[in-house]
């Protein structure tokens, strides 16, 4: 069984920073590629920030990008997403999941933790 646990959320104010962090147990960690989404309320869920499981590439969605920063530590099977300059926009739960590579050769976002709510007052 994997089991994804996000913390760092908050209460911040507009401009400023939060680490978020997610803590992956099971299989083996650095076979996954990781990856940030967010749902602000009454919104769809939406993709934020990947990292492939070789540390190889990052990917970001626009609204994020020269903002945010998702990085990985295998040695402590460990996600992060560094969010800089934050505004109230980004108000929302943040959720960190895994995907996988199947035998077809697709891979998906399989993996979910439970949440970690981040407010950005302005």
């Known amino acids: 069984q994997v089991q994804l646990v996000e913390s760092g959320g908050g209460l911040v104010q507009a401009g400023g920073s939060l680490r978020l962090s997610c803590a992956v147990s099971?299989?083996?960690?650095?076979?996954?590629?990781m990856g940030w989404f967010r749902q602000a309320p009454g919104k769809e869920r939406e993709f934020v920030a990947g990292?492939?499981?070789?540390?190889?590439?990052?990917n970001y969605a626009d609204f994020v990008k020269g903002r945010f920063t998702i990085s990985r530590d295998n040695a402590k099977n460990t996600v992060y997403l560094q969010m800089n300059s934050l505004k109230p926009e980004d108000t929302a739960v943040y959720y960190c999941?895994?995907?996988?590579?199947?035998?077809?050769?697709?891979?998906?976002?399989?993996?979910w933790g439970q949440g970690t709510q981040v407010t950005v007052s302005s």
């Open positions: 990292h492939s499981w070789n540390g190889g590439s990052t």
């Open positions: 999941a895994a995907r996988v590579l199947f035998a077809s050769g697709n891979s998906y976002y399989t993996y």
């Open positions: 099971g299989r083996t960690f650095s076979s996954y590629g």
